[in-house]
């Protein structure tokens, strides 16, 4: 039995990476836009289908759902975004922000959460109830991915030449 | 301090839960084709762009992806797809099949793999080498939520009604 797997590993390193990756596809949706001379601003409001959210909102929902993580399992106020975001260079320093805050957390806030309570408020369905291990597995994760690859679906879909290699990103 | 997180608890049951979501996503394209009149076997080469992969691929490395993971994590050699589906039952057994695999594992059998090394060959980069745990949070659990979210987004670009709790699904 080799060292054990704690809930900081599994939470901050892996959604510090995730937007990391997610700002490095944006920068490509950016450079692709200029490139073919019109205005990258419109790759912002791009979606999906009608009723699916545009690729500015992909952005800021990531960048929600990550900053959530570590302050829900520490037990702590999460920051807060004003969401005043409209352009690239607005959503790259809220990435850069949420990578920062992450990064704030140490090892020892994050870790025996596994089965600490977590509430998480909801519009439509009240306040849902976890332990730390599920909210992260169940919720948080599943729905960073989410965010980050329709993110990369919007880009891919208006002609941005992105691989899984951007997606999936480095270290 | 309470019990901590293990690789198979990071692994089999969420692997297995997104699987049962993409089951149940495929299942409710399928039923939105049928009432609509058309054969739902045209989602299955639908693409959300021209050099993007169609639905069915999508789930056919989605499931693989899965398969994988518990094999090269407990290193043992994989189950093999011959990957010959056509339709939607033939996905739902495909999933089914992968499902019931995963939980052929025992917890024994993955707990311990957080530095056990995995060799993952690619076509185009050679051995790609990772300890399990990097294995399992910067290749594995990102892919896996990449194709489903990709399956998603196909269905729902082609109106079929689906919802963010379709994707996030139950236990």
């Known amino acids: ?13 892996v959604l510090q990476r995730a937007l990391r990756n997610l700002r490095e596809i944006l920068r490509k949706g950016q450079t692709h836009a200029q ?4 205005d990258p601003a419109v790759l912002l409001q791009s979606r999906l ?26 037990g702590v106020e999460s920051m807060r ?6 352009g690239f260079d607005e959503l790259y320093a809220r990435l850069d922000r949420t990578i920062e805050y992450l990064g704030s957390f140490s090892a020892e806030q994050i870790d025996g959460s596994e089965t600490r309570e977590v509430l998480l408020p909801t519009r439509s369905r009240g306040d849902l109830r976890f332990d730390g291990r599920g909210y992260l597995f169940g919720f948080v994760l599943p729905n960073l991915y ?15 030449p992105l691989g899984k290699s951007d997606y999936l990103g480095g270290n």
């Open 81 to 86: 975004f004003d969401d005043t975001e409209t």
């Open 49 to 74: 289908y009608p009723d699916m959210l545009p690729l500015l909102r992909q952005v800021q929902i990531a960048t929600d759902t990550a900053k959530f993580a570590p302050a829900r399992l520490a």
């Open 35 to 38: 490139s073919q001379g019109y």
């Open 146 to 160: 989410f965010h980050v690859s329709t993110a990369y679906a919007i880009l891919r879909s208006n002609g941005v």
């Open 1 to 13: 039995m080799s060292e054990s797997l704690s809930m900081y590993q599994a939470s901050v390193p």
